[in-house]
């Protein structure tokens, strides 16, 4: 039986699509069909634009008929609802943005538009990218495709959904403290979180400045690096974008990792690791040794500080990043008679509970007489994760390790914990404060048929090696071949 | 750390929250829980340790100062509860 046009990955849809073995409305029609036959259980979408989608896929043929051709042209993907996209509902997961109609598009999309994309519509995320399972989305959860009864991961667990379950080629996702990478490794699919100031952060709603970066989910390695090479670059709207020059990432990636050398921190293979997620980490880096990396024992010795560390700077920064919520300019508006009552009001009522939550524990340590201890203290442990990093990589070119401890959790265990869903992202967060680049690449599956993320890490600035020892692991081993 | 209840109601005061008094009781125990998760920070020695606000080694990026073409008025207040003319409204500022 061949293959149904969705189950394709990028890469092959491109080149096909160049053939004209298929037109790109016939290969949007298949994305559409399969989102209407499997979305209703797995709820990865907040909006479908089928309509517009098929009206670009149709402008998209029209082009390729031209003798034109574009790195995405005619390719239908989907977009995180954190991501600003003029004339397209976007939420943040959360009430207070219900009816919100950007009117600019955020420049990471306009990369893929300008590419050719085809905009399938914007997926489901914890409110405001807070979380790390979707159940915070001020709608509905998601489902994890591989058991429903599981969380998908999060924040970005609607892009996850939507590329585990073949409902988006590809999509894009935002990675604060591991936002991409988990709910990669949890729906078994690839993550890639690009370094900070690598991608353009225009138009991505701003939770932790310091850390947000946009980043991939794809089905392969060659697509998460084609998505890069698109999206990656300066940018004037976004004064923290690096003048660094983009390479040509996808035409780097080999399968030779000789001579590489792979970090393996002690510190991420701790207690409490499932045993499963451990053996398949390790079978994993035997994988990558036996194609010639060599492996090397590490420390980064400040790993155990990095969750408080992150929820105390991440909270801060999200308490001044969402005080634009006001009732006034967008967003939901409370019925209160004073200016004050009515700020009051429309974030209490606006906001969800992990929302209210961490605004509250930014405003409290930024708040008089404890901003020393907390958030000062904070910043300089910060610094000492970095050097931790930075001194592992003057010895080694990538550092492997679990993404999360466990496989997908069961929605509801961890919604009555904060700390214990915080716990998730032990493995993600140190290097959004260390600000350099990482990627979740299925490795194996647990006893109950749940996928394994392993999270390869690389220095600032380093995604072409990164994305060169992803790739080589990924064509050496089966998983990437299988589909919930 | 622990956290009362009118602490919790003084920091929802300055993020403009307005919260139940169940919030209050859920967030003051929730809130002292992860405080005291962040006191292991207090055992690190940073005296001499510079604090990282920003990782980038970008400072000063200048941009020509040319006039560009901006956000159409109908636009800007498009998704505003209130608006008329061209500004946002918003509710009584002053007391009578």
Known sequence: MSKALYELTLHAAWAALQRGD???????????????QVDGQINAYLTVTAEQALAQATAADACRSRGETAP?????????DVLCTEGVRTTCGSRILEHFIPPYTATAVQRLA???????GKTNTDEFAMGSSTENSGYFPTHNPWDLARVPGGSSGGSGAAVAAQMAMA?????????????????????????????????????GSSLDQIGVLAKDVRDAALLLGVIAGQDPHDSTTM??????????????????????????????????????????????????????????????????????????????????????????????TNILDNYRDSRGQGFGAEVKRRIMLGTY?????????????????????????????????????????????????????PLAMYLSDLFTIPLNLAGMCGISVPCGFDAQGLPIGLQLMGPHLGEATLLRAAHAYEQATPWHTRWA | MHLTIEEVRH????????????ELALYAGQLSAILEYAERLQQVETSCVAPTPYV??????????????????????ANAPDHEDGFFRVRAVFEE
């Open chain 1, 22 to 36: 298929f037109s790109a409305v016939e290969l949007t029609q298949s994305l559409l069909d399969r989102i209407a």
């Open chain 1, 72 to 80: 995405l042209l005619g390719i239908p993907l989907a977009v995180k």
């Open chain 1, 114 to 120: 300008a590419a050719g994309m085809v905009l399938l």
């Open chain 1, 171 to 207: 999509a894009l996702g935002s990675d604060t403290g591991g936002s991409v990478r988990l709910p990669a490794s949890y729906c078994g699919v690839v993550g890639l979180k690009p370094s900070y100031g690598r991608v353009s952060r225009y138009g991505l709603v701003a939770y």
């Open chain 1, 243 to 336: 003048p660094a020059p983009v390479p040509a990432y996808s035409q780097l990636l080999s399968e030779d990792v000789r001579g590489l050398r792979i970090g393996l921190p002690d510190e991420y293979f701790v207690e409490g690791l499932q045993p499963e997620v451990n053996a398949a980490v390790r079978a994993a880096i035997d994988v990558l040794a036996g194609l010639g990396a060599e492996v090397v024992r590490i420390s980064l010795s400040n790993t155990d500080k990095a969750l408080p560390v992150y929820y105390l700077v991440a909270t801060a920064e999200a308490s001044a990043n969402l005080a634009r919520f006001d009732g006034v300019r967008y967003g939901f508006s409370a019925d209160s």
């Open chain 1, 365 to 417: 340590v930024l708040s008089a007489g404890y901003y020393d201890a907390y958030y000062l203290k904070a910043q300089q442990v910060r610094t000492l994760i970095k050097q931790d990093f930075e001194s592992a990589f003057t010895q080694v070119d990538v550092i492997a390790s679990p993404v999360a401890p466990t496989t997908a959790f069961r929605l509801g265990e961890k919604v009555d914990d």
């Open chain 2, 11 to 22: 920091v929802a005061e300055l993020a403009k929250l307005r919260l139940s008094e169940q």
């Open chain 2, 56 to 77: 980038l080694p970008l400072a000063n990026v200048w941009a020509e100062d040319l006039p560009e073409p901006s956000l159409p008025n109908a636009l800007a207040t």
